[in-house]
């Protein structure tokens, strides 16, 4: 069965960096759109970032564009995010999401950010 499962996230100060983690297990992970999800308590889970198969594409919420940088290692099959000059505004649980054909879609547990002073 498919497992995906989220590490690095914790508690950073306005300005600060954090990188996510999202290994992966029971599926072709390289051919599955991958995607980075986040969720605040009370507003729905909105895409922060999304990855094709190959690398080729990503796609970013403009709240995040030019801080985030998402990326994958199709070897190791594992994914990533690379968030710089966080701001308050990027707390919320982190979800790792896969996809094909919007048919087969997996959820990590989530890791939660805070961003405070």
């Known amino acids: 069965q498919a497992q995906l499962v989220e590490s690095g996230g914790g508690l950073v100060q306005p300005g600060g960096s954090l990188t996510l983690s999202c290994t992966t297990s029971g599926f072709t992970f390289r051919i599955y759109n991958m995607s980075w999800y986040r969720q605040v308590p009370g507003k729905e889970r909105e895409l922060v970032a999304w990855i094709s198969p190959d690398r080729s594409n990503t796609t970013y919420a403009d709240s995040v564009k030019g801080r985030f940088t998402i990326s994958r290692n199709n070897y190791r099959d594992t994914l990533s995010l690379q968030m710089n000059n966080l701001k308050p505004e990027d707390t919320g649980v982190y979800y790792c999401?896969?996809?094909?054909?919007?048919?087969?879609?997996?959820w990590g547990q989530g890791t939660q950010v805070t961003v405070s002073a």
């Open positions: 999401h896969a996809d094909r054909l919007s048919t087969f879609v997996y």
